[in-house]
């Protein structure tokens, strides 16, 4: 029996030209290289300019990805953007990255899940394209994080970047085994209890303002080692999968304490985890196809092998995907 798969054709990035180093963090805020490193494993971090939107960087991002599948954009028919900074507070972003690459039909909107956006936003999409709602999407994660960053506190500050990371899924036929090209699984998770660990101190249905990122880092790291390695264990199993048939772990970049926690949960070598965090710091609901783009395009990714996506951010949202390549 064949199933409808959604398989990842393509991949793109975009990261704003602005680089902050360590280095340049310390003059700003009382705070060293080594102290960052050791904590985080960040060393820098890229910072949009002015004028430049979070659709731009979702625009540029895209562009690659469907340079990279051999697509005309013609053919999407689905956008879905992760996003916690939108252009406005409404329309949707993803209605501006419409037409900004010249589209006028399809379904276009976006998923507000923080850190997991787009593991919320791949899963959507699948579904949707299952469902016959669309055979082409692009799929993208977007941030500006650095506009609701308050510089002046430095256990924040330090830890987020801005960028952009897209996907191309398209709708394949597959015989509905775990040998399948595509999205095998994905589990997602949400639990509002912990709101006051990981958010922003504003918004316009609340004071009207924008506000600024507030989050009690000990606390959120705890939370993010369990979520993560359960969430991905219960992915696996969905797949029929175990630990030993990953290939690569294609994480959120919080953190790299946080990395090698969960991969230690799990009982993976931290040299099958893909780490970007160094170079790219937080960027939300980025980071997962930043990381994913750096590892398709650099080689490291083959031709069958076996993805673990997986991302937490605040809400508390949570979860994770097995695609194979």
């Known amino acids: 029996m064949t199933v409808t798969r959604s398989r990842i054709v393509g991949t793109g990035t975009y990261l704003p030209s602005r680089v902050i180093e360590n280095a340049e963090m310390a003059a700003l805020v009382d705070t060293s290289d080594e102290w960052i490193v ?17 659709s731009d960087l979702a ?24 996003t916690a900074t939108p252009d406005q507070t409404f329309p949707a972003t993803a209605t501006r990255v419409q037409a900004k690459l010249g589209l006028t039909h399809g379904v276009a909107f976006d998923v507000a899940a923080v850190c997991s956006g787009f593991l919320y936003a791949l899963t959507v999409a699948d579904a949707m394209i299952r469902a ?141 985890v893909v780490v970007t965090v160094d170079q790219h710091a937080n960027t939300s609901a980025a980071s997962v196809p930043l990381a994913l783009d750096a590892a398709v395009r650099d080689g490291r990714i083959k031709d069958g092998d076996l993805l673990l996506l997986e991302a937490m951010g605040g809400g508390f949202t949570w979860g994770a995907a097995a695609v194979r390549w």
């Open 132 to 272: 016959g709602q669309g055979k082409t999407a692009l799929v993208i994660g977007a941030e500006t994080f650095s506009r609701i960053l308050d510089w002046e506190d430095r256990t924040t500050c330090v830890l987020f970047g801005d960028g952009a990371g897209a996907v191309v899924l398209r709708a394949e036929e597959g015989q509905g085994t775990n040998d399948d090209k595509g999205l095998l699984a994905a589990r997602l998770h949400s639990d509002g209890r912990y709101n006051e660990l990981l958010y922003v101190d504003g918004g316009p249905g609340s004071t009207g303002t924008t506000g600024k990122l507030r989050m009690k880092g000990k606390e959120v790291f705890r939370h993010a080692v369990t979520n993560l390695s359960s969430v991905m264990l219960e992915t696996l199993a969905a797949a029929g999968l175990k630990p030993e048939d990953v290939s690569w772990v294609i994480p959120h970049q919080a953190n790299l304490r946080i990395l090698e926690g969960t991969a230690k949960k799990l009982s993976l070598p931290i040299d099958r």
């Open 38 to 54: 050791e904590r985080t494993g960040i060393r820098r971090r890229h910072i949009a300019a002015e004028g430049e939107l979070t």
């Open 59 to 82: 625009v540029n991002a895209a562009k690659q990805a469907l340079e990279s599948a051999g697509i005309d954009v013609q053919a999407v028919d689905l956008i879905v953007v992760a």
